[in-house]
């Protein structure tokens, strides 16, 4: 393979481009400026703090450092889900469904992809696990973060909606059903707009990635679509799970609306 | 005769409530704004956390799905809400009759919900709860944004139900007249509960 290696350098000169957008953040007194240095900083920070756990993974190929690995992952993931919630629900059900709902998408859809597509051998590999599942992960927390924050959002604007079917002697889950509905499809939209502007607007990520590391673009393009295909999988069902929990959680046994169940 | 129980239910603003009505009765209740009028009915509807016990004869509301509880015990709402484009793809059985007593003919079922005036919802909300045939009514002050003309319809579509059917009606308002006009009994409700006004 003919990589080039990048040196600090070279690195250093991107960071630069970055210092000025940043000068000109604050003449233009955007107000993202400090949110910028410090996301540059957590980028570098953490990509390279990963690197090196994906170097002694590598090097020591474990089930035991993997399932270590991949649950730290599951939990920032699921602290993120959390935190982008305009109106997250009270107490462990925040962190919970998020991280339940991508447990069982992206862990399935990755076991399955390493264990029957990829088949190497041992199946955990973490040179191919990794990397599927913190995509995995990446995209579907995106569509999960979406749908609950559509659901939530739209419970607590369209109550009074809400309420005038269940004065009816509606459920709670067929009140909310349209509500329910829309939240899926917006968990999934990006997901969408992404395989259908995939090559034609943008070069995906990880194939860039892999053509500037010497792949052959034939190669680099088939991984790319297994990846599409899998991210796709695990973000529907991610979000549909998610959002069939959450509107559950949003009414109690008496088909009451429980806004009060959210953080205000 | 049926008769809707409420003893002694009481939420984090509501004081403590108790209230028997029969069906073919009327109840008005009235009392300062901010006491909780309109949360007493939705505590009685089940739609609110509530302490105190409902019961309709020897049936208590918990022994059956809040879904039948609502279904026999209907609340409108001083706004009424609407959540499909159509006013038909509200009402589940339209009784002509009632459509044009209230004041429209059949052709109102077409219309979008959007182009209905705040007093063409109310009394559209009236025909969308009645055609749930509810046991007992709990109206939270169901006139207060019509017309004269309209008042005297709705007063006589809901007194009509209330003997008819037979229904119990708890019928909120502030309108002193027309308490005279509707009332078989008149409560009044403050920070103590509710008490019987004696003519």
Partial sequence: MNMISLSVVDLSIAAFLVLILAGLGIKLQLGVTRQLIIAAARTTIQLLLVGYILKLLFDSVHLGYMTIAVTVMLLFAGREVMARQTHPYKGWWGFGMGTVSMFLSTFTVTFLALTVIINNEPWYTPQYAIPLLGMMLGNTMTGIALGLERLTQAAREQRKQIEAQLMLGFSGQQSITAIRRQAMRYGMIPIINSMAAAGLVSLPGMMTGQILAGSPPLEAVKYQILIMFLITAGTGFGTVVAVVLGSRRLFDDRERLRLDRLRK | ?199
């Fill in chain 2, 1 to 199: 005769m049926k008769s809707l129980r409420v003893e002694n239910v009481e939420s984090e603003w509501l004081p403590k409530s108790s209230i028997d009505v029969k069906a073919g009765e009327c109840i008005v209740v009235s009392g300062p704004s901010g006491v909780g009028k309109s949360l007493l009915l939705r505590a009685i509807a089940d739609l609110d956390v509530h302490k105190g016990s409902l019961s309709i004869d020897d049936e208590s509301f918990d022994a059956m799905p809040a879904t039948a509880w609502r279904k026999k015990v209907g609340l409108l709402t001083a706004e009424s809400a609407w959540w499909a484009e159509e006013v038909s793809d509200h009402i589940k059985a339209v009784e002509t009759e009632r459509l044009i007593e209230l004041g429209f003919d059949k052709s109102a079922l077409d219309w979008s919900v959007d182009r209905l005036s705040t007093g063409e919802k109310q009394r559209l909300a009236i025909l969308r709860l009645l055609a749930n045939q509810p046991e007992f009514l709990l109206l939270d002050e169901p006139t207060a944004n019509l017309d004269p003309a309209s008042v005297i319809k709705v007063e006589k579509v809901l007194l009509d139900y209330c003997r008819n059917k037979p229904a119990g009606l708890i019928w909120v308002s502030h309108d002193v007249e027309q308490a005279k006009r509707i009332a078989d009994k008149h409560y009044h409700f403050d920070k103590n509960g509710l008490s019987e006004v004696i003519k």
